[in-house]
């Protein structure tokens, strides 16, 4: 062993009744334990990435939404991605297929509810649980 892991068992080794091979397996599982986090934290941050809309490939003009309006619905039901609309090369509007529209909409509204929720707690107006519970038990 060499470096910081020598020092590290050594210290461990000296107020501990281990090994320094325990120590050194103990570090070991916990190196494996950070690294199989950190896969997995990267494989949800892939995921994520992986279904935010690219918007380079899914730019079109006004005049091909015009003329292929029943190929864009059902690539929009199919891949689930919306679609920005440009005008004069401007982005003028998004196209996307309902079940995204409407699972967008339920998103934002739990984020409004959950902001709402911390302002609440941030000016401490809320009630412990147990007050609420012992008031429906009064209304019972």
Request: proline residues 3%; hydrophobic residues 35%; contains cysteine.
């Amino acid at each position: 062993m060499r470096g910081p892991r020598k020092s590290l068992c050594r210290s461990l080794a000296d107020s501990s009744p281990l090994t320094i091979e325990d120590h050194t397996n103990q570090h070991f599982t916990s190196v494996a334990r950070r690294t199989k986090f950190r896969l997995k934290l990267v494989f949800a941050c892939q995921v994520v990435r992986d279904r935010t809309m690219k918007y380079s490939a899914q730019i079109k003009p006004i005049s091909y939404l015009k003329s292929h309006t029943a190929e864009i619905v059902t690539q929009l039901t199919e891949t689930r991605e919306p679609l920005l609309i440009t005008q004069n090369g401007e982005a003028k509007l998004v196209v996307m297929d309902v079940q995204s529209f409407e699972e967008q909409e339920q998103t934002l509204a739990l984020l409004k509810m959950l902001a709402l929720g911390n302002r609440e707690i941030e000016q401490s107006q809320y009630r412990g649980a147990a007050d609420v519970f012992a008031e429906l038990d009064k209304e019972e």
